[in-house]
């Protein structure tokens, strides 16, 4: 060691004392316990129902055999009825062409005798009566019935397709008009009548034809025969 060095020693230090240690804090006590809920009450018992009277035994017609055999029966009658002459529905083609019975055009009117279907359509412009035959699926030729500047409707036909009855508009004159097939002639049998007319029918053999008519300042029945002649129809007085 040095002259200019100086060297101090101190004496050593005593250790401080220990802290006392802390005391445990205190137990929480327990939660006291919750009471059980009430014991729900019984459902009171329900009555006995009585047991249902037994049926009474089918009788021997009434067997399930029987019952079998009658529905066997009833199916064997109703599929023979079936093919013994039932309504059954036809179709017809749709031709857009207007040579068959519908057509994209409304078709009106029908009135069906023997094997004609007589009828009114707009499929070429105007409203005109076609005749259609069943049994060929063709509609037959009417020539000089049908007019460009005439309104038909209301058709009908006798009983053989010979004679056809019909109502037509022309320039705001109406009239109910006979076609006869055979001779291929149209008659006007109301031209001599200044009233309004509609709704023509024709009876069975062709030789009477009824229609409405406002002769009288409403609406009656009017009876002609194929010349156009009425006939006289005795009227209620009242």
Not at 13 to 22: G, Q, V
Not at 181 to 209: C, F, K, M, Y
Request: proline share 13%; aromatic share 6%; with cysteine.
């Amino acid at each position: 060691m040095t002259s200019d060095q100086l060297v101090i020693l101190s004496p050593q230090l005593p250790c401080p004392p220990c802290l006392p240690c802390l005391p445990c804090p205190p137990c929480l006590p327990c939660p006291p316990c919750l009471p059980c809920p009430p014991c729900l009450p019984c459902l009171p018992c329900l009555p006995r129902l009585p047991r249902p009277p037994c049926l009474p035994c089918l009788p021997r017609s009434l067997s399930p055999l029987s019952i079998c055999f009658s529905l066997l029966i009833l199916l064997l009658v109703s599929f023979l009825s079936g093919c013994s002459g039932s309504p059954h529905l036809l179709s017809y083609p749709f031709d857009l062409g207007g040579r068959s019975l519908n057509s994209p055009a409304a078709e009106l009117s029908p009135r069906v005798a023997g094997e004609y279907v007589v009828f009114t359509s707009d499929r070429f412009g105007r409203q005109d009566v076609y005749l259609f035959n069943l049994k060929t699926s063709s509609l037959v030729n009417l020539p000089g019935l049908n007019s460009v500047d005439a309104i038909a409707s209301d058709p009908d036909l006798s009983a053989d397709g010979r004679y056809i009855v019909f109502t037509s508009s022309r320039r705001g004159q109406v009239g109910i008009f006979l076609y006869d097939r055979e001779t291929r002639q149209l008659r006007n049998l109301t031209a001599n009548l200044a009233a309004e007319v509609r709704h023509p029918t024709i009876s069975n053999d062709g030789n009477r034809i009824a229609f409405e008519s406002s002769a009288n300042g409403q609406w009656d029945i009017l009876v002609c025969d194929r010349a156009g002649n009425l006939i006289n129809v005795p009227m209620n007085p009242q």
